[in-house]
C-alpha cells in the first residue's frame, strides 16, 4: 500500500547511488478547488515533478492513495465529504504510510500556528494563499528527504542481512552438540559448551582438537573489542589455527606459534586474550598455556581450585609471556 517504486530504489528495494529524480516522483494533489488543483500543478511541474494526480476529496484521496500509492500528498484542509484533517489522520493510522509526507494547506485564519494539522500529522503545512517560491521549496525538501531517509532505511536492511549472515558464519565455527557429544563418546569424557555472544557479533571463539594417543584440546579465546572488526579476528584466528595444526606441539609452544603471525595480522590496539589446554584421560593429566584470560575454574574431589591463566595477551608482543602449567586430572574431575 506504500507509494512506490520509490524514484531512489530503482524498483528493486535497493537503494540507488545517484541523486533522487523528481521526474520519477508521484504526488497526489487533494483539493476540492478545480483552481488550486490547477495552480498546485503548475508549480509541481515547475519542481521537475513528472506524475501528478488529483483527487477532489479526502477520502477520494485515500482511494487513490490505496490504489497507486505516492511519494507525497499535498492535501487542503476544508474539503466536502472527508477534510484533510480526517484524511491526514487515516494515512497515519496505516503502518504501510507512516513516513509518508503530507503537506497540508491550511488558512492561518482558521489554524494560526498550523495546531491541528500537526496534530493530525501533517508533515509540514503551506499557508494560504499560497506562494509559489515556499511551496516548491516545501515539496523539494521533502522529496529529498524522504530520498535519504528510504536509502538510509535500505542500507540498515542490507547490514542487517549481511551481519545475520556473518553471525551464522561464526557460529559454524563454534563445535555444535553432536561433535561435543562424539569426541566426548570416543575418549570418555563429557564436554559441555555455551556460545553466546554480547553483540551481533563478537571476538569470542572456542573450539576443540582430537589430538591423537587418546589427547583432546581445549582452546578459548577473547579479541578484544565487540561487533565486526571483532569478529573478523575469529575468522583470522580460525584459518590461523587451521594452518598451524596444534597436533605434535606443548600448549606453550602451540600459542606462541599461533603468536607470531597473530600480531601481524592484528591492527595496532586488537589482542587476544587465550587459554589452552590438553586433557590426556589416559595418563589422568591437564596441560594448559594462557595468555591474560579469565581463570578458568577445575573441581576435583569436592574442591573448585581457579587455574592461573595470566599472562601477556596474544597479538600484543612478538615473545608473549605465558602461564602454564602440568595438572592432575582424575576422571571425577571438571573444568
Known amino acids: 500500500m506504500s507509494g512506490g517504486p520509490y524514484p531512489w530504489s530503482g524498483g528493486t528495494g535497493q537503494p540507488s547511488p545517484q541523486r533522487i529524480s523528481f521526474a520519477d516522483c508521484r504526488v497526489l494533489v487533494v483539493d476540492d478547488s478545480k483552481f488550486n488543483r490547477e ?38 484542509v476544508d474539503m466536502p465529504v472527508m477534510n484533510g484533517l480526517e484524511m491526514c489522520r487515516r494515512i497515519r493510522s496505516n503502518p504501510s504510510w507512516s513516513d509518508l509526507p503530507v503537506l497540508m494547506q491550511t488558512s492561518p485564519a482558521s489554524d494560526p500556528a498550523g495546531v491541528n494539522c500537526f496534530d493530525a500529522g501533517a508533515s509540514d ?30 542500507f540498515h536492511r542490507r547490514l542487517e542481512s549481511d551481519l545475520r549472515l556473518a553471525r551464522s558464519m561464526q557460529l559454524s565455527l563454534i563445535p555444535d552438540f553432536r561433535r561435543l557429544a562424539a569426541v566426548g563418546a570416543r575418549h570418555g569424557l563429557s564436554i559441555e559448551g555455551h556460545f553466546e555472544p554480547s553483540d551481533e557479533l563478537g571476538g569470542d571463539f572456542w573450539t576443540l582438537f582430537e589430538l591423537g594417543k587418546g589427547k583432546v584440546g581445549f582452546l578459548v579465546a577473547d579479541f578484544s573489542g565487540h561487533g565486526i572488526s571483532a569478529a573478523i579476528n575469529t575468522f583470522r584466528f580460525h584459518t590461523l ?14 600459542l606462541t606459534m599461533l603468536n607470531r603471525p597473530l600480531k601481524d595480522l592484528l591492527p595496532v590496539g586488537q589482542f587476544a586474550t587465550c587459554f589452552y589446554a590438553v586433557i590426556d584421560p589416559v595418563e589422568g593429566s591437564l596441560s594448559y598455556a594462557a595468555a591474560g584470560a579469565p581463570s578458568p575454574l577445575l573441581l576435583r574431589d569436592g574442591t573448585a581450585t581457579l587455574l592461573d591463566a595470566s599472562g601477556l595477551m596474544l597479538g600484543v608482543s612478538n615473545t608473549p609471556l605465558l602461564t602454564s602449567d602440568t595438572l592432575p586430572f582424575p576422571r571425577a574431575a571438571r573444568s
Open 39 to 76: 495552480i498546485l500543478h503548475r508549480f509541481l511541474a515547475w519542481v521537475g515533478i513528472g506524475r501528478v494526480e488529483f483527487a477532489a476529496d479526502g477520502q477520494q484521496g485515500l482511494a487513490m492513495l490505496e490504489a497507486r500509492g505516492a511519494d507525497l500528498v499535498l492535501v487542503d
Open 125 to 154: 503545512i503551506i499557508a494560504k494563499p499560497i506562494n509559489p517560491g515556499e511551496c516548491m521549496a516545501r515539496v523539494r525538501l521533502h522529496l529529498e528527504k524522504q530520498f535519504f531517509l528510504r536509502n538510509l532505511a535500505d
Open 241 to 254: 589455527i587451521e594452518r598451524i595444526n596444534p597436533m605434535d606441539y606443548a600448549p606453550a609452544d602451540w
